[in-house]
């Protein structure tokens, strides 16, 4: 990629460079009428180097001539860093590696996007005429490169793709308003599952229910259960442990959640937006890793940083939120095992409880300690297996860890949410809910 990192080395000192490569295309609808398309074309890279102190330096620049300029700027800058112990590591060649280029996405113009937005939108006002839909559908490459001081360099790119719906239906005094995503690495995307979601929401939201306050049994959707598995991911997370942050700080490889509950990080997995061969310091990813089994916590997930300060094997996943920053603990993509029976089945079994699909303020209460404390955006009243109406005004709280003791099933249906995490439905037992009058 660049020449000169080399001359790191010959002064004692240690260095990578990241690039980020994106192109896109969008097309976005806004009530149902196309209102935009747009390309974006992005450029950018990040230089880390550590100097013979043990100082580290970095700087985010756009374009490839200011590279010279950039790596003198990091060595002034790492005179005043952050002094860091850890060491970055040699690039192995890289084997076992499949390409998820989906030239189906590569090539799409905008008539087929465009025809794919109005595709969705015509199947939904055939049902409800009155729905006003935001939709956008995005395609594009994104591509990834890394190169040490000693030369050795790095590289993969994937494809991705997605459709997702904004849906309001405005009814008198009633709002109702959700969104529904699909996104994924190549082209196979069920169009017609993803309208008989947006269907099924708005079927059961047509009679409204009132709820009493109470603990009941909930029934997490796959995009519901992000709610509880907001602080789980924070727990996990090799730099809150080693900051002593985190609930699970001394835990490792002991029984503090549900046996229903497994947990994977699998980055090899295909056509996933999470998947890659190592992480954005370098660090070899593996096919598939146990995070949680049966309840027990087997490992978390460490940068470089954070493993050197726990005495830790770094897990690969550090990982950039862009060019712009130093890497950070992340998890590529994960999946949780399902259970043996149906959603259709779990909701048949309720006798009285709750499904819910999105909440607003996720991630706001005290997520370390496991609290939530968050407005139901969309759920559902069950009697006697039944699926009564929609909940207004309704809010749910209560701890995550303690939710995640208290597992009763978990369903072999699932879904990749956000193209990144396979989550399956879940019913926990019991749940405070909270509704106005």
């Known amino acids: 990629m660049f020449s000169g990192l080399e001359k790191l080395a010959s002064k004692g ?47 985010a620049f756009n374009s490839p001539s200011l590279f010279e300029e950039m790596l003198e700027k990091a060595c002034s800058i790492s005179k005043f860093g952050d002094q860091v112990a850890y060491t970055l590591p040699s690039y192995p060649v890289l084997k076992g590696w499949d390409s998820f280029v989906d030239r189906r996405v590569v090539d799409i113009d905008f008539a087929e996007m465009i025809e794919i937005g109005t595709y969705v939108i015509d199947r939904i006002r055939e049902e409800y005429p009155e729905v006003v839909l935001n939709l956008s559908v995005k395609a594009g490459t994104e591509k990834k490169e890394l190169v040490n001081h000693h030369q050795e360099m790095l590289s993969f790119e994937r494809t991705f793709f997605g459709v997702e719906a904004e849906v309001n239906l405005t009814r008198e005094s009633d709002i109702l308003e959700f969104s529904v995503e699909r996104f994924w690495g190549n082209r196979d995307i069920d169009l017609d599952h993803f309208i008989s979601e947006i269907l099924f929401r708005l079927e059961f939201s047509q009679k409204e229910c009132r709820v009493e306050g109470g603990a009941y049994p909930v029934l997490f959707t796959p995009q519901g259960l992000l709610v509880l598995l907001y602080p789980l991911f924070y727990a996990l997370n090799g730099r809150n442990i080693a900051f002593n942050r985190s609930f699970l700080k001394g835990k490792l490889g002991k029984l503090v959640f549900s046996p229903l509950l497994s947990l994977a990080e699998v980055p090899y997995e295909a056509w996933t937006l999470g998947s890659c061969p190592f992480d954005d310091e370098g660090i070899m990813t593996v096919r598939e890793r146990e995070l949680i089994v049966a309840g027990e916590v087997k490992s978390a997930f460490w940068d470089l940083f954070s493993a050197f300060l726990e005495g830790v094997e770094p897990s690969g996943n550090g990982f950039r939120q862009s ?18 029976r149906s959603q259709e089945t779990l909701i048949e079994e309720l006798e009285k409880g709750l499904i819910v699909d999105s909440v607003l303020g996720l991630g706001q209460s005290n997520v370390s300690a496991g609290h939530f404390s968050c407005n139901v955006n969309l759920g559902f009243y069950v009697e ?11 809010m749910i709280s209560g701890n995550a860890f303690e939710a995640l003791r208290n597992i009763q099933e978990v369903s072999r249906d699932a879904r990749w949410v956000y193209g990144r995490w396979l989550l399956p439905w879940m019913v926990v037992e019991p749940i405070r809910a909270d509704a106005k009058a």
């Open 13 to 59: 000192m240690a260095g990578d460079l990241y690039r980020a490569k994106v192109k896109s295309k969008t097309v976005r609808f806004e009530g149902g009428i196309l209102r935009q398309c747009e390309v974006e074309d992005s450029d950018g890279f990040g230089l880390r180097v550590i100097n013979n102190e043990g100082r580290l330096g970095f700087v």
């Open 323 to 340: 060019y712009r920053t130093l890497p950070y603990p992340e998890l590529s993509c994960v999946k949780i095992k399902g259970g043996l």
């Open 384 to 394: 006697d297996g039944e699926i009564r109406g929609r909940v207004k005004n309704v």
